[in-house]
């Protein structure tokens, strides 16, 4: 199948290193070229615009920083849809606002073309591996289009209603783990005083009540975090976090909910951002409030 991949960051490139491996034809495009380069190295194909893209593809995943490149990607003069979007599919994998997702479906469609909107819970390595979990929101037609697709990336789908749905659903799931990177940097202080070893101390709560499912994903980088050893490439970096946890506050604001235990989150990444750890991987969270940030 002719697919093409607009945005290749960590997730982006992990898709198309996924479908290129299925022996399907990928053609990407980035906003910077130059990160692009890994996967042209791996067969897949260069496009100069968004618009190209769209030509060169049958259906088209995005997977984008925000709101404003959504606009920028799909919109602009050499956008997605400037030309030949009709009869196309357009897989819509960003983390945005609910609002945003309400807007584009319609405009997409209004194109002639199918839209599904399916935001994606993992990160890079359940991506390369085809097992993410997908939250599909759109008509029920352009996602049984998609479908075969999307299987090839997902390890489940589940269609949780009409556009912006799926972004709730996203965001939802992701909000028990933003919180939870601050709180086990605050149970680790607990414990600090025992000396164990960090590996350990990682497989007796990965074990207990005190360990969601990411430790046991996660754990062996965290022990390598608290050990001072490096974790390698950022798989999901605190920007990306604190851009997320910015986006639940405000849905929650719209939806008249208080939210005191996110806010208080965000303000421990906003002083983690500022002390430097933008690009920091979401293990260093916890590592850097026990090391020095949340003494007293």
């Known amino acids: ?47 100069a615009t968004p618009a190209a893209v769209t030509a060169a593809s049958e259906a088209v995943i995005t997977i984008l920083t925000d709101a404003k490149a959504l606009d920028d990607v799909y919109f602009g003069a050499d956008g997605l849809l400037a030309q030949g979007a009709q009869g196309k599919l357009f897989i819509e994998m960003s983390t945005v606002p609910p609002a945003k997702q309400q807007e584009m479906g319609p405009r997409v469609k209004a194109k002639g073309a199918s839209y599904v909107e399916c935001p994606v819970g993992g990160t890079t390595g359940p991506a390369a591996q085809g ?14 289009r998609a479908k075969d697709l999307l299987g090839q990336l997902c390890r489940r789908v589940e269609h949780v209603g009409g556009y912006g749905d799926a972004a709730r659903m996203k965001l939802a799931i992701n909000l028990p783990l933003m919180v939870y990177w601050q709180a086990l940097g605050e149970a680790l202080s607990l414990i600090e005083p025992l000396g164990l070893d960090p590996a350990r101390i990682v497989d007796i709560l990965a074990d207990t009540s005190g360990g969601p499912n990411l430790l046991k994903v996660r754990g062996p980088a965290i022990a390598q975090a608290l050990s001072g050893q490096d974790v390698g490439p950022a798989s999901f ?42 690009d920091a991987d979401c293990t260093a969270v916890p590592v850097w409030w026990l090391q020095g940030a949340g003494k007293s």
């Open 1 to 47: 199948m002719k697919l093409g991949i607009a945005g290749t960051g960590k997730m982006g490139s992990a898709i198309a290193r996924r479908l290129l491996s299925l022996g399907h034809e990928v053609t990407v495009w980035n906003r910077t070229q130059e990160r692009a380069q890994p996967l042209l190295k791996d067969g897949a194909k260069w496009a």
């Open 131 to 144: 097992k993410l979990f997908g939250f599909a929101g759109g008509d029920a037609q352009d996602l049984e």
């Open 237 to 278: 970096d605190l920007a990306s976090m604190r851009k997320d946890v910015k986006t639940m506050l405000e849905q929650g604001l719209a939806q008249h909910y208080r939210m005191p235990v996110t806010e208080q989150t965000l303000k421990v990444f906003e002083a983690a951002v500022a002390a430097g750890m933008k």
